[in-house]
Every structure is written in structure tokens, then in C-alpha cells.
């Protein structure tokens, strides 16, 4: 059972709702008719807002059109150092991407479409990287070397490619089928776990 959502959760949650529903707007207006046409009034017009509006969301229609990141490192840390600390590391990242999953699985339509803009237009993806992400990734793969029954560097890097490919597999795998995602996740995980 899931906990009730705090007053502060509701309005993050609904902000964030609002911010990928004008971010999806304007994607789908610069895929249908360029990235000309992708303007803050045409976005803000398609999105149902004023133009007032949409600069409390993106101080640019660019920022608009680069997708963020499905989860953030920080997120992933904050739910990993959740786990209790004697739980073995691929409890703890089962847990973690049953949650992320969880999240991902309703945008992920608009994932796809991010991904068709950046293929037209590859110099949106330069903005897309605000971070490097090689190094993000060796800080994720540090927190998770730290977990109970991990050996080792190599180790923690395959638990969470491997725990993390299950879970956008099983994303994927429902957004075509319609399945479920808690229930293809939870196969792609225990294919994961008996070695496939």
C-alpha cells in the first residue's frame, strides 16, 4: 500500500505534471511543423496556458524542448540510502527500480518523442548534457560498491546496468503490449536474477 501523498508531494507532483505537459507540446509542434513554428505563444496556446505562464515552468522555448532526465543520481542515492543497510545490493536496486520504473512508465511515450527530435536535430542533444554523464554514472556505481555483498567495482557496475536495463525493458515491453509494467519488471528481474 501506497503512502498518502503530503500537500507539498501533490503540488511537486502536479507542477511536475505540468511542466512535461508543455515540454510535450512543444515537441510534438516542432516535430508537426519545425522548430520555427515552436514558439513560447504557439507552445504556451498548445499547452493551454498564457505565455505568462509558461516562463514560471522554462525561461526558454529551448529549455522546453530538451527532455530531463528520466531519474536524476541524486534521486537514485536518496532511495538507495532509503534501503535498510544490511539489505543485499540487488534487494536494494530491485526496490529502487521498481520505483523509478513506477515514474518512467507514464512518460514514456514522450520519451520517444524527445528521442525522434534529437534524431532530427542533433544539436538539441548538446543541451541535453548539462552534466557529464560518465562521471554521474562512476558516483552511482561508487554508492552502490558500498552495499552489502558487493565484491567489487565491476560487480556494482553490473548490478545496476543489469537492474536498470530490466526495468527500462519492462517499460518498454508494456508501452507495446499494454502489460503491465509491475508484472514485466518483476519477470524481467527474476530472468535477471537466475542468469537469465
Do not use: C
Request: aromatic content about 6%; overall charge negative; proline content about 5%.
Amino acid at each position: 500500500m501506497q503512502n498518502m501523498e503530503t500537500p507539498q508531494e501533490r503540488r511537486d507532483r502536479r507542477r511536475a505534471e505540468k511542466r512535461q505537459a508543455i515540454r510535450t507540446a512543444a515537441v510534438k509542434i516542432a516535430l508537426d511543423q519545425g522548430l520555427e513554428a515552436a514558439t513560447v505563444e504557439a507552445i504556451s496556446a498548445a499547452a493551454d496556458i498564457s505565455p505568462r505562464t509558461f516562463f514560471n515552468y522554462f525561461s526558454t522555448k529551448e529549455e522546453a524542448l530538451v527532455m530531463e532526465p528520466l531519474w536524476r543520481p541524486e534521486e537514485f542515492t536518496e532511495l538507495l540510502g532509503a534501503r535498510p543497510g544490511d539489505e543485499p545490493a540487488f534487494e536494494s536496486l530491485k526496490a529502487v527500480a521498481r520505483i523509478l520504473a513506477a515514474r518512467v512508465s507514464p512518460i514514456w511515450a514522450d520519451a520517444q518523442l524527445f528521442g525522434e527530435l534529437r534524431r532530427r536535430h542533433p544539436e538539441l542533444a548538446a543541451k541535453a548534457r548539462a552534466a557529464d554523464e560518465t562521471k554521474i554514472m562512476e558516483n552511482v556505481f561508487e554508492v552502490v560498491r558500498d552495499r552489502p555483498g558487493v565484491s567489487g567495482k565491476l560487480h556494482a557496475r553490473m548490478l545496476v546496468i543489469g537492474t536498470f536495463g530490466a526495468a527500462i525493458s519492462a517499460v518498454q515491453e508494456a508501452a507495446e503490449t499494454g502489460g503491465s509494467v509491475e508484472e514485466l519488471l518483476e519477470e524481467a528481474l527474476t530472468l535477471l536474477e537466475n542468469g537469465l
